[in-house]
């Protein structure tokens, strides 16, 4: 799904396996419409878009483009789609670092990616060149300055083993400063930010009243600011 290097290629290019019972693409989904609220009449890169659970939701009125490395993951996001909504959904294959997209739009998702990048500021530099003037680019990190994202990275580490993925590189640390500092260096001004705590990996297995729940609970309240998941919306000069 949303990866793009050769070292976890083959978790995310099996749906029923990532998508299983994945609470946090849901999660997601609920913060990236909070912060893009309800687009209209715009054109929309979606880089790794997996299933497209996240960017589906903005496609009867825009134009969105799917872009994910797995093929898979993107017969699934059309499977998905409405047939009277076809015509403005469009399907890429492709890396990021290797971008074969060369128009720019106005809205650019990058969700549940850099993590799996092997070079970030590259990556960044890429979807940089994906947005229009005066457009709109949403970023998820995990923060790696914060104990809980530390601590994540390690247990995702670990999961991939038990499950047999190979990583030929490791996670990448990110840090909110980082990505801001690489964003404005190419000219992405931050314009607002959303922390929330990642879900409990057992939250996965419970009713989705309980994650939206969760998700309001961690998201909303005052210990939000200790979270280690991040989404960053910038604005292109």
């Known amino acids: 799904?949303?990866?793009?290097?050769?070292?976890?290629?083959?978790?995310?290019?099996?749906?029923?396996?990532?998508?299983?019972?994945?609470?946090?693409?849901?999660?997601?989904?609920?913060?990236?419409?909070e912060m893009l609220g309800a687009p209209a009449g715009l054109s929309i890169l979606d880089v790794g878009c997996g299933d497209g659970s996240i960017s589906r939701q903005f496609l009867s009125e825009n134009h969105v483009t799917f872009f994910d490395l797995s093929q898979n993951m993107l017969a699934k996001a059309k499977s998905q789609i409405p047939a009277e909504s076809m015509f403005r959904a469009r399907f890429i294959q492709g890396d990021i670092l290797h971008c074969p997209v060369r128009k720019a739009f106005d809205v650019v998702l990058c969700i549940g990616v850099l993590a799996h990048c092997e070079d970030v500021e590259r990556a960044i530099a890429e979807l940089s060149s994906l947005v229009k003037a005066g457009g709109k680019c949403l970023i998820q990190i995990t923060d790696s300055e914060t104990t809980v994202g530390r601590l994540l990275k390690v247990y995702v580490?670990?999961?991939?083993?038990l499950l047999g993925v190979r990583q030929t590189t490791p996670l990448a640390s990110l840090s909110h400063r980082e990505v801001v500092a690489f964003a404005a260096s190419r000219g992405l001004v931050l314009s607002m930010d959303r922390r929330h705590f990642p879900l409990p990996p057992a939250v996965r297995h419970l009713w989705p009243w309980f994650c939206d729940t969760y998700y309001r609970w961690s998201y909303t309240s005052t210990i939000s600011r200790w979270g280690s998941e991040v989404l960053l919306l910038f604005e292109r000069c």
């Open 1 to 33: 799904m949303r990866s793009h290097t050769a070292s976890v290629r083959g978790y995310f290019d099996r749906p029923e396996m990532y998508l299983a019972k994945n609470r946090l693409i849901h999660l997601r989904r609920l913060v990236a419409r």
């Open 157 to 161: 580490s670990l999961r991939l083993a």
